[in-house]
């Protein structure tokens, strides 16, 4: 069974620039999950979906952070502009039974 | 707002020595999770729990979901190499967010 795909493993840019993450879940998983995870911390949720629409996005930044799932499978997240205290690694995540399966995540490093 | 306290922080294993860690809170929660995350990876499900006093292994791991709700330990049977890594707890209340710990980062003895 393929897992939770993510893009780009790597990204590199300037404060201020924008920035954005692609997460395909594990087919069939109708929940979806952003993590922020600082180094030496665990996963923050950022946001959670279920199918299409959102059930929590307290703690996502919203005057910089936005996400989608329009068709209720792939998301985005995107940061505009982005900003030094935003490097982590954002993980996403999709769950079946409370059991939530992470990507590998998308290492962000904002110079 | 809920928070999980994991200890240790980090231990140091020799091959072939048992070790434990464990996450305690002040909340109640439906269920417990442990991930382990190595590094460039997301992390990886190793157990998951779903009632009160539950004793679940998963090959030389085991855990246990507390009477009170409020803590779990896991356990690693005679250790590996390939032991290393992060060892995070996660744990949910009915209707509520997936809450991480801290972790407990596993390292080789010198």
């Known amino acids: 069974e393929a897992g939770v795909a993510q893009s780009p493993r790597y990204k590199i840019i300037e404060k201020r620039q924008s920035v954005a993450f692609w997460c395909n879940p594990i087919s069939g998983h109708a929940t979806l999950y952003w993590y922020q995870q600082i180094l030496g911390q665990g996963p923050k949720l950022l946001i959670q979906?279920?199918?299409?629409?959102?059930?929590?996005d307290s703690q996502l930044p919203k005057d910089r952070f936005s996400a989608e799932r329009l068709k209720g499978v792939d998301s985005t997240l995107k940061i505009q502009p982005a900003k030094l205290e935003d490097s982590a690694v954002y993980l996403c995540a999709s769950s079946y039974n409370e059991k939530l399966f992470f990507g590998s995540g998308t290492q962000l490093s904002v110079l | 707002g809920q928070q999980l306290n994991q200890s240790p922080q980090s231990m140091f294993i020799q091959e072939g020595e048992d070790v434990s860690m464990n996450c305690t809170s002040s909340s109640i929660f439906n269920t417990w999770l442990w991930y382990k995350q190595e590094p460039g990876e997301g992390p990886v499900l190793l157990i998951a729990l779903y009632k009160a006093g539950e004793l679940t292994s998963n090959g030389r791991l085991t855990a246990q979901f507390g009477i009170t709700r409020k803590d779990s330990f896991l356990n690693i049977s005679a250790s590996i190499p390939s032991d290393v890594g992060i060892y995070f707890c996660a744990a949910k209340a009915a209707g509520n967010k997936l809450t991480f710990g801290g972790g407990t980062r596993v390292l080789v003895k010198p």
């Open positions: 979906f279920q199918n299409n629409g959102v059930v929590d």
